[in-house]
C-alpha cells in the first residue's frame, strides 16, 4: 500500500469535519504543504498542483469528496 493511499484511509476514517479538517492539515504538514485554513479545499487543491506536490492535490480533492459526505 503507498503512502497516498494510507492517508486517503486515514481520512476515510474520519467521522466529523472537524476530525476530517484536522487530519488533513496534519497529512499536509508531514508532507510540506502548509493548508491555508482561510481557502476553499479546491483553492489549496491548486496551489498544491503549482508547487508540483500532486500527491498532496489528490489528498485534498478526496477529503473534499469525503466532507460533502459528512
Given at each position: 500500500?503507498n ?5 486517503k484511509n486515514e ?7 472537524d ?11 508531514q508532507a510540506?504543504?502548509?493548508y ?13 498542483a503549482?508547487q508540483?506536490?500532486y ?15 459528512l
Open positions: 500500500m503512502i497516498l493511499t494510507q492517508a481520512l476515510a476514517c474520519c467521522r466529523t469535519k476530525a476530517l479538517y484536522a487530519r488533513l492539515y496534519d497529512l499536509c504538514e510540506g504543504y502548509h491555508n485554513y482561510g481557502r476553499s479545499m479546491a483553492s489549496n487543491a491548486r496551489c498544491a503549482e508540483l506536490r500527491g498532496v492535490a489528490e489528498l485534498i480533492h478526496h477529503a473534499d469528496k469525503l466532507e460533502s459526505r
